[in-house]
């Protein structure tokens, strides 16, 4: 089974500034992806970053990058040049890469608020 | 592509009363989950299909659940009896197996309130 573990609930940053949201996460597969997704207040959740576990460099898009570390098991997202826009609730989650389908297993999130 | 939907966005119920939710995923997309969220929390799998198939079901899926999609298309959800416990917001997400990369887009949700 896999787990997932976001132990900061709440995070703020200023505008324009750099914010580090932490992840880890448990399993015993090799082959896995991990997601961070954001869900804004009262919308829907969308994907914001991903990374295959057989990857070794760190995913980015944008203003957002990850710091993958497989041996540690962690996963944690950068925003950079944070905008008022990125106040969301973030979540961590994690699914096996098989060929039938596969469950996402959540953390709990992180609470992100961008204050001017 | 006209992402993933939800019908309805709210559900006003009273306890012991059926109520039944309905998703339409992404057209191309084969795969098919449901996941309930509850305040504060992250979202938790209940089931899954690809295609037409229910190829996984969660311990939270008590008997009350039952969860269909007929033609490997939109998919709903039945709960019997509602209970408080029961509300939650309820979440759809689909994906493609042809994609090869195993992301799942979700809807808005289907937010329900037993009273």
């Known amino acids: 089974a896999q787990t997932v573990t976001q132990s900061q609930p709440e995070m703020s940053v200023q505008e324009a500034e750099t914010v580090t949201l932490s992840c880890t996460y448990d399993?015993?597969?090799?082959?896995?992806?991990l997601f961070w997704y954001k869900q804004p207040p009262s919308r829907q959740m969308i994907l914001v970053i991903r990374?295959?576990?057989?990857?070794?460099q760190n995913a980015t898009e944008n203003r957002f990058s990850v710091n993958f570390q497989k041996a540690a098991k962690s996963f944690s997202l950068k925003i950079s040049d944070s905008q008022l826009g990125d106040t969301a609730m973030y979540f961590c989650?994690?699914?096996?890469?098989?060929?039938?389908?596969?469950?996402?297993?959540f953390g709990t999130g992180t609470r992100l608020q961008v204050t001017l | 592509d006209t992402g993933v939907s939800q019908d309805p966005r709210h559900k006003i119920t009273k306890r012991g009363q059926n109520v039944t939710f309905r998703c339409d995923p992404i057209?191309?997309?084969?795969?098919l989950y449901w996941y309930r969220q509850t305040l504060g929390q992250g979202p938790e799998f209940l089931t899954y299909?690809?295609?037409?198939?229910?190829?996984?079901k969660s311990r939270l899926l008590s008997d009350r659940f039952s969860a269909e999609r007929p033609k490997g298309s939109f998919s709903t959800l039945e709960i019997q009896r509602t209970e408080q416990g029961d509300s939650a917001m309820y979440l759809c997400?689909?994906?493609?197996?042809?994609?090869?990369?195993?992301?799942?887009?979700f809807g808005p949700g289907t937010r329900l309130l037993v009273l």
């Open positions: 057209s191309e997309h084969n795969r």
């Open positions: 989650a994690s699914t096996l890469s098989t060929g039938t389908a596969s469950k996402l297993t």
């Open positions: 990374q295959e576990a057989y990857k070794q």
């Open positions: 997400a689909s994906s493609s197996s042809l994609s090869g990369r195993e992301t799942q887009y």
């Open positions: 399993t015993s597969e090799n082959n896995y992806y």
């Open positions: 299909f690809q295609n037409e198939a229910q190829l996984e």
